[in-house]
């Protein structure tokens, strides 16, 4: 099993908008082979004294944190599925007007060692 991750800040008052953009790009994951594919809103994260999800995206006082993740077979298959996904015009987002940050989201790849 293989996992992409992915941390971002959006705006508190475009928080349905962000989950219509993620209803759309999840469905293109999935249509693109990822095994699942999960996004969550912050609802119990902490500040705190040297990291955490706030510090991480440099947290403002109108978002929220925004943690997603999908899942993959393995490396490989992730590739796959993410040159596919990119290469997708349909995952082209407002870019003057978007919901989150793209500049503080950021994202990484995880081998699975544990899975209970």
Not at 47 to 61: A, H, Q, W
């Amino acid at each position: 099993m293989y996992t992409d991750g992915f941390v971002l800040p959006i705006k508190k008052d475009r928080v349905e908008d962000y989950r219509a953009m993620a209803t759309k790009a999840g469905e293109l994951w999935i249509e693109h082979g990822a095994l699942s594919y999960v996004e969550c809103v912050g609802d119990d994260v902490p500040d705190g004294k040297v990291t955490s999800f706030p510090i991480s995206v440099k947290l403002e006082d109108d978002e929220v944190v925004g943690f997603a993740w999908a899942t993959y077979n393995d490396r490989a298959h992730r590739d796959e599925v993410m040159a596919k996904v990119m290469a997708d015009e349909r995952m082209k987002m407002d870019e003057e007007n978007p919901p989150m940050d793209p500049a503080r989201m950021f994202w990484g790849g995880f081998e699975t060692i544990v899975q209970l």
